[in-house]
């Protein structure tokens, strides 16, 4: 029953994505392609309800075993209902929503970036404790390049060398770096979908 059950599994992965590939290729079959995106969708937006029903159980048990975890489980349950109500009545851009996301959101992003800047100084340390090459070198002027050319210096103002630096550095190195990774990540979506194609994974089950 088991094998049979993945057998039929893997013949509707298979039928699907082909039908879905060869849509976009066969005019004729764009309707049905569509379709199968829509349905893609909407099983989406269940399998977020779903991730959204698991969160507010597993705080929802965690608000009942006391301490710092239930304050905390309780604190994301609350905010994550006024957010959702909010959200529903006055719109994604309404005023209201645009007050939360500017006084939650992105003051959390803020500290998370403040982490990170404390983190890489913490990582500079320790690479230069451990290996001083040229390349330890390059890494830090780097650094500080970015950072001082991004942020005016007290007293000083912006300096239009590291400004300028800073665009060069930015608009080229770091620029092909992210297309490079975002190539890399377009074609390991491109093999993982090819073995999903051919039966080598199964990750509908069998």
């Given at each position: 029953m088991r094998r049979t059950f993945a057998l039929v599994n893997a013949v509707i992965a298979i039928s699907t994505g082909l039908l879905v590939l060869i849509g976009y290729f066969?005019?004729?079959?764009?309707?049905?392609?569509?379709?199968?995106?829509?349905?893609?969708?909407?099983?989406?937006?269940?399998?977020?309800l779903v991730g959204i029903t698991n969160l507010l159980m597993v705080h929802g048990k965690?608000?009942?075993?006391?301490?710092?975890?239930?304050?905390?489980?309780?604190?994301?349950?609350?905010?994550?209902?006024?957010?959702?109500?909010?959200?529903?009545?006055?719109?994604?851009?309404?005023?209201?929503?645009?007050?939360?996301?500017?006084?939650?959101?992105?003051?959390?992003?803020?500290?998370?970036?403040?982490?990170?800047?404390i983190s890489l100084i913490y990582a500079v340390i320790r690479l230069f404790r451990r290996k001083l090459d040229i390349y330890t070198v390059l890494f830090v002027v780097t650094i500080f390049i970015v950072l001082l050319g991004a942020t005016p210096i007290y007293?000083?103002?912006?300096?239009?060398?590291?400004t300028t630096l800073r665009g060069w550095i930015t608009n080229i190195f770091a620029l092909a770096g992210a297309r490079g990774i975002l190539l890399g990540v377009a074609l390991g979506i491109v093999a993982t979908g090819l073995r999903v194609l051919m039966g080598a994974d199964r990750p509908y089950g069998g």
């Open positions: 066969i005019p004729g079959l764009g309707a049905i392609r569509d379709i199968l995106l829509q349905w893609a969708a909407i099983l989406a937006a269940f399998a977020l965690k608000m009942g075993g006391g301490g710092a975890a239930s304050a905390y489980s309780a604190i994301t349950i609350i905010a994550f209902l006024i957010t959702v109500i909010v959200v529903g009545i006055d719109k994604p851009t309404g005023d209201w929503s645009r007050l939360i996301f500017n006084s939650i959101t992105v003051p959390v992003e803020n500290s998370l970036l403040a982490i990170l800047a007293g000083v103002g912006e300096i239009p060398v590291l």
